[in-house]
């Protein structure tokens, strides 16, 4: 499957890796199956990988992705979430959901490397995230 992801509960963090043909069904079914996992806990972080996709979703499907996330908020929360894109159409989509999902986070960034998200995130909230 091009949706793969494991929960680090000790960290309350979510990585998601997205490779290979993505379709938009993927998507909604990683998000069903996020919902069912029993490792969740709280509040988590979020890693998404995109690095190494061959699709590029339409606009329309981002915002319905985002949109999905906000009919789910009672059963998953969110913290932060580390976009990591590196082709210019998938630093795009990136960014794109970003914006459409921006109340569903904390904060979110668009990053170029794992370690850059990684980094981002253990560090400490800003003032406007604490402040929700």
């Known amino acids: 499957m091009p949706v793969l992801y494991e929960i680090d509960r000790e960290?309350?963090?979510?990585r998601t890796t997205c490779a290979g043909f993505v379709t938009f069904d993927q998507?909604?079914?990683?998000?069903?199956?996020?919902?069912?996992?029993?490792?969740?806990?709280?509040?988590m972080d979020v890693v998404i990988?995109?690095?190494?996709i061959t699709s590029v979703p339409e606009t329309?499907?981002?915002?319905?992705?985002?949109?999905?996330m906000q009919s789910s908020a009672g059963a998953l929360q969110y913290g932060r979430c580390a976009?990591?894109?590196?082709?210019?159409e998938h630093v795009g989509m990136a960014k794109l959901f970003v914006e459409f999902a921006r109340h569903r986070f904390a904060a979110s960034i668009v990053?170029?490397?794992i370690d850059?998200?990684?980094?981002?995130?253990?560090?400490p909230a800003t003032a406007a995230e604490a402040a929700g």
């Open 27 to 43: 998507v909604m079914a990683h998000f069903a199956a996020l919902e069912r996992d029993p490792r969740r806990h709280g509040v």
């Open 60 to 68: 329309s499907q981002l915002r319905q992705a985002a949109e999905r």
């Open 83 to 88: 976009i990591v894109a590196v082709a210019p």
């Open 116 to 123: 850059e998200a990684e980094r981002w995130l253990s560090g």
């Open 111 to 113: 990053v170029t490397t």
């Open 49 to 52: 990988d995109v690095r190494h």
């Open 11 to 14: 960290r309350q963090l979510v």
